[in-house]
């Protein structure tokens, strides 16, 4: 668990449900969401931002080091159903990041390429940086984003993020969106 960071007070494993906006529910991954990881990482259009292709075993071991996140830090990236259908279409949710020396709050998000253009990313991730600042006590919510991710960068905007600088993550050059406690108390 990082300094200055609250834990959540249920770090239970086993699919419970974290947050609910009005049209997702973000809950931990089990063990039975691995083809609905797949559906979004073995996509290499959706992924086609990230150095490698991901295979099913990427997909576990995406899983995996989820549910080893809610158990030491109490967060990690959730699964996002829509209340629609039930189905799974994609994760977002709070992951500690170390860059260029700083412990940092990142908000991460990937959907499937079926459900893009509805605004889910969006509401999913406002549901997470609101998370990160009333739950877990953030001083600071960012996300690493490539320049030319354009998509992702909109998310970010939307949801009152900006470009603090440019930093080496994952060996590539990254924009650092944040927003901090003080300017989201603000908006
Ligand atoms: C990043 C990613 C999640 C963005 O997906 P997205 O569908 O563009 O984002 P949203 O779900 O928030 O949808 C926003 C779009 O839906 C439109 N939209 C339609 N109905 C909407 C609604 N009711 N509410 C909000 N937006 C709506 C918006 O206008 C917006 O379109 P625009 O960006 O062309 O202006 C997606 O591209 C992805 O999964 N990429 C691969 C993984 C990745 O790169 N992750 C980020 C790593 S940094």
Not at 6 to 16: D, N, Q, V, Y
Not at 71 to 98: D, S, Y
Not at 103 to 117: A, K, N
Request: aromatic share 10%.
């Amino acid at each position: 668990m990082e300094a200055g960071l609250s834990k959540p007070a249920s770090t239970r494993i086993g699919g419970g449900i974290v947050l609910e906006t009005e049209r997702l529910i973000l809950r931990q991954f089990t063990d039975n969401d691995v083809d609905a990881v797949f559906a979004v990482i073995g996509d290499p259009l959706t992924m086609k931002f990230y150095p490698q292709t991901f295979t099913r075993e990427d997909a576990l071991r995406w899983v995996t080091k989820s549910q080893e996140r809610y158990r030491t830090e109490g967060f990690g990236l959730f699964a996002v159903v829509l209340k629609l259908n039930g189905k799974v279409i994609g994760n977002c949710g709070p992951v500690m990041q170390n860059v260029e020396g700083e412990s940092l709050l990142e908000v991460g998000y990937h959907f499937r390429r079926d459900y893009w253009g509805h605004g889910y990313a969006t509401e999913a991730a406002r549901a997470c940086v609101e998370y990160a600042f009333r739950q877990l006590g953030a001083p600071k919510v960012v996300s690493f984003i490539l320049p030319e991710n354009q998509p992702s960068q909109r998310v970010a905007e939307r949801n009152g993020m900006t470009v603090e600088k440019l930093v080496t993550f994952h060996d590539l050059p990254h924009l650092m969106y944040a927003i901090t406690r003080e300017s989201y108390a603000q908006a």
